[in-house]
């Protein structure tokens, strides 16, 4: 409704009114100019209320406790077991797989892992590199 309100302005202001065929818009009369104007302000507050609302839901969640977003897939528990998996000689497939997660949020979470373990990380990944190019060659 803003772009309408501001191209209807634009329109005017060349001297040019605008009459819709669908629906009761006419701004070459002044009932016309002000029943739209009535529509576009009544448009803003509707989207005003639904704004206010919304952060007032939030804020009352917020209060009870309750927080946005998804529940997370790993939790600290499970990271670290990954990370001793990994750390032993498992690529992260098969830690993965013992945890019954995806390797993408392990790979994800790993983004977190402090740079000193990045190691053991690596000599995963290019086991599990090694073993998908084995694969695709045969």
Known sequence: MPHL???IG????RGV?????????DTTTPGGRLIF??????GQFERDL?????KAGLSAAAARGRKGGRKPVITADKLQQARKHIANGLN??????RLKVSKTVLMHRNFKMPM????????SFRRLST???ACRSS
């Open 50 to 54: 639904i704004l206010e609302r919304t």
């Open 131 to 133: 073993y998908s190019r």
């Open 10 to 13: 634009a329109l005017e202001a």
């Open 5 to 7: 309100i501001e191209t």
């Open 116 to 123: 000193h373990q990045a190691d053991a990380w690596k000599r």
């Open 92 to 97: 992260v497939r098969e830690a993965a797989t």
């Open 17 to 25: 009114g605008f009459r819709s065929l669908t629906e009761a818009i």
């Open 37 to 42: 104007h009535v529509f576009g302000a009544l």
